[in-house]
């Protein structure tokens, strides 16, 4: 088969089956043509609770699995590849948070959606790249521990001075690389694009930015400006991705580096087998770890 033959094979078991296809804006452009929905990952697991089908397979790493088995528990939830986890959900246990309590009794726990939901269950409140200003904003406690990414964390610190923003030393491996450096040659190279970039990036980055935002925001900036360039500061699939959707306009990527192997895990070939059922894995989390992730995850959607 081609790759236009699977795609079509695609399109017609998963309407046969009545099977929702997930696929985070970071995905290959041949998963994105066969997905029912694209987007970042809050907007995926919202737009899984909304649908009728009753199998959604996920094509994107593990939290965004768990998030949406959470958010729809009757539903059958399958991770494309099931080796695909993003490295900053893995990088504090809940035993460290529940020290880090201790030592803040008052402080409000934010856990970034990009985390294990066995680490959402011993925080407060969950938030995506698109609702931490206004989630945080919203607390009435000053102190709040931020956890694990760094950089989204000093966002908020300097965009909320208000706020004591307790963090720790977490981040994606891929946004925080870039350095100051390579953002001054990329800019010089291209004088006239705006530059646009994910709050995951380091200070120095964002610092240079003519716009912070979540993947969406990003895309949709891109799609409402009047400039004609742009360089993408996330990972390299938003730029080609923009290309596609805006080819009149020209994006360029901020850095090589910014390839997230994890969510290029997921192969055409995986979804299709999963449509077989011969690959993927059935997310399945025991009861009260499901519960207790999803009061963090529901006070996300009532203050989001
Ligand atoms: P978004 O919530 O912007 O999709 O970000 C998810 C992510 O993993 C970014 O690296
Ligand atoms: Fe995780 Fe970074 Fe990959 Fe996003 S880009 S899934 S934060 S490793």
Do not use: W
Not at 175 to 185: I, K, M, P
Not at 254 to 278: H, R
């Amino acid at each position: 088969m081609n790759v236009r033959e699977m795609q079509d094979e695609i399109l017609r078991i998963k309407k046969e089956q009545n099977t929702c296809i997930l696929a985070h804006a970071y995905q290959a452009r041949e998963i994105i043509e066969i997905a029912d929905f694209v987007g970042d990952s809050f907007g995926l697991s919202v737009e899984a609770s909304k649908t009728d089908a009753k199998t959604v397979i996920m094509c994107g790493v593990r939290f965004m699995a768990e998030t949406v088995k959470i958010l729809s528990p009757d539903k059958k939830v399958i991770l494309s590849a099931p080796n695909a986890g993003c490295p900053m959900a893995e990088q504090i246990r809940p035993e460290e948070v529940m020290k880090l309590k201790k030592q803040y009794p008052d402080a409000k726990v934010v856990a970034y959606i990009n985390t294990t939901s066995e680490l959402k269950t011993v925080c407060d409140v969950c938030v995506t790249s698109a609702s931490a200003l206004k989630i945080v904003e919203s607390l009435p406690e000053k102190n709040i521990l931020f956890i694990p990414d760094i950089n989204l964390g000093t966002y908020i610190a300097d965009k909320l001075p208000e706020k004591n923003v307790i963090r720790i030393n977490g981040g994606c491996p891929y946004h925080s690389s870039v350095t100051r450096d390579e953002a001054l040659a990329v800019k010089a190279a291209h004088p006239a694009a705006k530059l646009l970039v994910h709050p995951e990036c380091r200070k120095e980055i964002v610092e240079l930015a003519d716009f912070i935002g979540s993947t969406t925001a990003i895309i949709k900036y891109a799609k409402e400006s009047d400039a004609k360039e742009f360089i993408i500061g996330t990972e390299l699939s938003i730029a080609e991705y923009l290309q596609y959707e805006l080819p009149e306009k020209r994006f360029y990527p901020l850095s090589a580096k910014l390839v997230c192997s994890e969510m290029k895990l997921t192969t055409l070939p995986d979804v299709f087998l999963c449509l077989k059922g011969m690959a993927g894995e059935e997310i399945i989390l025991d009861a009260e770890t499901a519960e207790k992730a999803k009061k963090c995850i529901d006070e996300m959607l009532r203050l989001g």
